[in-house]
């Protein structure tokens, strides 16, 4: 078997993609695909961490709106997050896998309190470790969350897995003549103002040099094939001609 060619990968899930198309709450059938894949990388010996938005419960701009201070509202979006992080570390668990959930929020009694150095020896030990409650800051999305654990725990690669299967010229829903793009730089990105993640994530992840690979989750075989090697989705990186 080829082996993989990212050793430390940071996985990024929407909370939307974990309700399948519910669109809210948890389809345990797509969680439960989703962790058969992470326990074959596992297998492979790749270090998975993994970042869950919470948007199947609750998205703290969005559903707040102007009805609630946004802090609050962001701190709601916080939970969801833990919400789906244990939903995911209990499936992780069914199937063997070993698993802690740190949060950047204190809640003891449920999970870790996110340290760096914890989350790095766990993931030497084969873990995987999911990251909630973003950043533990309002204002940031759990895109920046990602890329923040990302920097912190020296990942290889962002693995972007989301409802598209790529990052296109325009909205391909909308306008068919939206091209694809194989690879792209983090300027264009800025410059385009594309919706890869939110600006302040793109200029975390171009700022650290962490590329990032952006693929569909219907598939979730997706995620073995991003860490083999294979050209899915879209890649984001400093320099698209290397």
Request: proline content about 3%.
């Amino acid at each position: 078997m080829n082996q993989p060619k990212y050793q430390r990968v940071l996985l990024k899930i929407s909370g939307e993609a974990l309700a399948g198309d519910a669109s809210r709450g948890l389809d345990f059938g797509v969680i439960g695909e989703v962790c058969d894949a992470i326990r074959d990388c596992i297998r492979l010996g790749v270090q998975v961490g993994v970042v869950v938005g919470g948007g199947n419960f609750w998205r703290g701009l969005k559903d707040g709106g102007d009805r609630m201070e946004r802090s609050r509202a962001d701190h709601m979006g916080m939970l969801a997050t833990v919400i789906n992080c244990l939903a995911m570390a209990d499936v992780l668990e069914q199937k063997g896998v070993e698993v802690r959930v740190q949060t950047a929020i204190e809640m003891r009694s449920v999970a870790e309190p996110y340290i760096r150095s914890k989350a790095i020896r766990h993931l030497e030990k084969g873990r995987v470790v999911i990251f909630g409650a973003g950043t533990g800051n309002p204002y940031f999305s759990t895109d920046t969350a990602a890329v923040l654990r990302a920097a912190e725990i020296n990942a290889d690669m962002i693995l972007l897995a989301k409802n598209v299967d790529g990052v296109y010229s325009d909205d391909p829903k909308r306008n068919p003549d939206a091209v694809k793009y194989d690879s792209i730089s983090y300027g264009d990105v800025l410059a385009q103002q594309l919706q890869v993640m939110d600006s302040t994530a793109t200029s975390l992840s171009m700022d650290n040099k962490i590329p990032v690979m952006l693929f569909a989750l219907k598939d979730p075989e997706n995620i073995m094939r991003a860490v083999m090697g294979e050209q899915i989705g879209t890649i984001v990186k400093e320099d698209v001609t290397s």
